[in-house]
């Protein structure tokens, strides 16, 4: 199998059911953020050193295979076909349980926190900003289209979780937080 089809010389991509779109299609822009947050996650963990944040990412990209899986499938039928493109609800658990035990080792906040500080840390943040765009597109996205309501609870804990983790990677380093 090539890597270039050139079905997608003109301007268009194919969705999951096989139809076509324009590559600006909201769709399109909402799975293309995931898919660049997963690749910004993937440079967390080529720089990080710690094995448990290393696990917690390398799930948390898997998941975000499956939310992009769903939001590339107008017939909301992927993830009932294909059990690793569904998102268990448990996994906003998961990610709440990981953001307090992370949370506890801080200082509570006092004031805004700039990005920044370590370089682990640094692209954490790096993260959270894409994810929070990630978010908004595909808050867009579900106005005009249905989407399972467990996509945008899902990006918006990661975007909460990856702050908490930037703050932790950054303490963990010796590098208190900057604040604004």
């Not at 898919?35 to 710690?50: M, Q």
Request: charged share 25%; aromatic share 4%; proline share 4%.
């Amino acid at each position: 199998m090539k890597i270039y089809t050139r079905t997608g010389d003109q301007g268009e991509t194919g969705l999951v059911d096989g139809s076509r779109v324009s590559k600006d299609d909201p769709r399109v822009a909402a799975y293309g953020d995931v898919d660049e947050l997963n690749a910004v996650l993937g440079v967390v963990r080529a720089h990080a050193r710690d094995a448990a944040l290393d696990g917690l990412l390398l799930q948390i990209q898997r998941d975000l295979f499956a939310l992009g899986a769903q939001l590339a499938d107008p017939t909301e039928q992927v993830a009932a076909r294909k059990a690793k493109a569904a998102v268990a609800p448990e996994r906003i658990q998961e990610l709440e349980a990981a953001i307090d035990r992370h949370e506890a080792a801080l200082t509570p906040l006092r004031a805004f926190v700039l990005p920044g500080g370590a370089p682990t840390g640094a692209f954490l943040h790096l993260a959270r900003t894409v994810c929070r765009r990630a978010e908004r597109t595909i808050v867009a996205l579900g106005r005009a289209h249905k989407l399972d309501p467990l996509i945008e609870t899902y990006v918006n804990r990661l975007s909460d979780l990856l702050f908490v983790l930037a703050r932790d990677a950054n303490r963990a380093a010796g590098h208190p937080d900057d604040t604004w």
